[in-house]
């Protein structure tokens, strides 16, 4: 890893840390610190079943992974952080690499498929979540979506698209492209993104903007546009969801997974919080939920409303071929986009 990329990465999103929102500033042997970077409503249901079960008290510190995976670095063995819950793998593989994080007993890895876990045994995969497009069928037809999404840096794209650069989400979709196509091609397709584009603040926004016919397609993480359904009901959709085909790594699906601190002063309570997010009551909140995100457990099926992944068919790439998003934020940078 590079030093100087390192500082770029938490330089880039230790801006909005400030912003993390605490509900203790302690740390005992009774209360768990949870760094949370996953959907508040999702982790607040996991904690409260968490809690009623075994009495240890979770104080939950909820932001953007990017920013509480940034957070941790500058914190170092000062940290307060019991566990660390996020959206993404790459934040957690970039942890782990520096060090920070505690190995996990076999038998809560042994509760998720080996690829959904960490290579080195230290986190675990807790929810899959897959990329796609949202987009307005009044302003496009189906014939003219795009095969890959590598094809939205070309000019007929133009004016035509909402992204959000800045969100979690966005950043493993360009680690992808780097992985699967190279450095150069990733630049070429973030400049051309900057030149199409309508910059958005996060996923619900673009999500937002497609429906109302702002933009006709918009780069999401699939839940979004679920959600955006709960919200307003069928009449207020406007908007569909597309899966991109043959595994295109517009259809990325990624890894939300948790780990114990290596400095945690509560490690067994910590190591039972995890091992409840992926045990088959953990698993079943999440899928009962309105996240939308897929449970990794298997037997475990997801909301009703999800197409099954089987159907879905993401591109699936290696958690260490994704890498931890330094490379990919550096170009993000450099493109102009932030």
């Keep these: 890893m590079r030093r100087r990329d390192l500082r770029r990465f938490v330089a880039w999103a230790a801006v909005s840390i400030a912003a993390t929102v605490g509900v203790s500033c302690g740390n005992n042997q009774s209360t768990l610190v949870l760094y949370n970077g996953q959907h508040p409503q999702?982790?607040?249901?996991?904690?409260?079943?968490?809690?009623?079960?075994?009495?240890?008290?979770?104080?939950?510190?909820?932001?953007?992974?990017?920013?509480?995976?940034?957070?941790?670095?500058?914190?170092?063995?000062?940290?307060?952080?019991?566990?660390?819950?996020?959206?993404?793998?790459?934040?957690?593989?970039?942890?782990?690499?520096?060090?920070?994080?505690?190995?996990?007993?076999?038998?809560?890895?042994?509760?998720?498929?080996?690829?959904?876990?960490?290579?080195?045994?230290?986190?675990?995969?807790?929810?899959?979540?897959?990329?796609?497009?949202?987009?307005?069928?009044?302003?496009?037809?189906?014939?003219?979506?795009?095969?890959?999404?590598?094809?939205?840096?070309?000019?007929?794209?133009?004016?035509?698209?909402?992204?959000?650069p800045t969100d979690s989400d966005f950043v493993p979709l360009v680690s992808a492209v780097i992985a699967a196509d190279g450095v150069d091609a990733a630049k070429r397709w973030l400049a051309g993104l900057k030149a199409n584009a309508t910059i958005y603040q996060d996923d619900e926004a673009v999500v937002s903007a497609v429906n109302q016919g702002s933009v006709a397609i918009g780069i999401i993480n699939s839940y979004y546009w679920f959600r955006l359904q709960l919200e307003v009901g069928a009449s207020g959709v406007h908007s569909q969801i597309y899966y991109f085909p043959q595994h295109d790594v517009g259809g990325l699906e990624n890894i939300s997974g948790a780990a114990?601190?290596?400095?945690?002063?509560?490690?067994?309570?910590?190591?039972?919080?995890?091992?409840?997010?992926?045990?088959?009551?953990?698993?079943?909140?999440?899928?009962?939920?309105?996240?939308?995100?897929?449970?990794?457990?298997?037997?475990?099926?997801?909301?009703?409303?999800?197409?099954?992944?089987?159907?879905?068919?993401?591109?699936?790439?290696?958690?260490?071929?994704?890498?931890?998003?330094?490379q990919a934020s550096d170009l993000i940078q450099q493109a102009g986009l932030l």
Excluded: C, H
Excluded at 90 to 108: C, D, F, I, N
Excluded at 136 to 148: H, Y
Excluded at 298 to 319: F, I, K, T, W
């Design 42 to 164: 999702l982790t607040t249901a996991l904690v409260n079943a968490f809690e009623k079960q075994t009495g240890i008290n979770v104080s939950i510190r909820t932001n953007d992974g990017i920013v509480l995976a940034a957070q941790l670095l500058q914190e170092g063995k000062a940290s307060q952080a019991d566990v660390f819950l996020t959206e993404n793998s790459p934040e957690l593989l970039l942890l782990q690499q520096k060090g920070l994080l505690s190995t996990l007993p076999a038998s809560t890895l042994a509760q998720v498929p080996t690829a959904d876990n960490s290579p080195d045994g230290d986190w675990v995969g807790v929810a899959a979540r897959v990329s796609a497009l949202a987009w307005n069928p009044g302003a496009m037809s189906v014939g003219q979506l795009p095969s890959s999404l590598l094809d939205l840096a070309q000019p007929q794209w133009k004016g035509r698209i909402g992204v959000a």
């Design 260 to 326: 114990v601190l290596a400095n945690s002063k509560n490690k067994t309570a910590a190591g039972k919080f995890v091992a409840f997010l992926v045990s088959e009551q953990g698993q079943q909140i999440l899928a009962a939920g309105d996240d939308f995100e897929y449970p990794i457990r298997a037997g475990v099926d997801p909301n009703a409303a999800l197409p099954p992944l089987a159907v879905v068919d993401p591109d699936v790439l290696s958690l260490v071929s994704l890498g931890t998003d330094l």
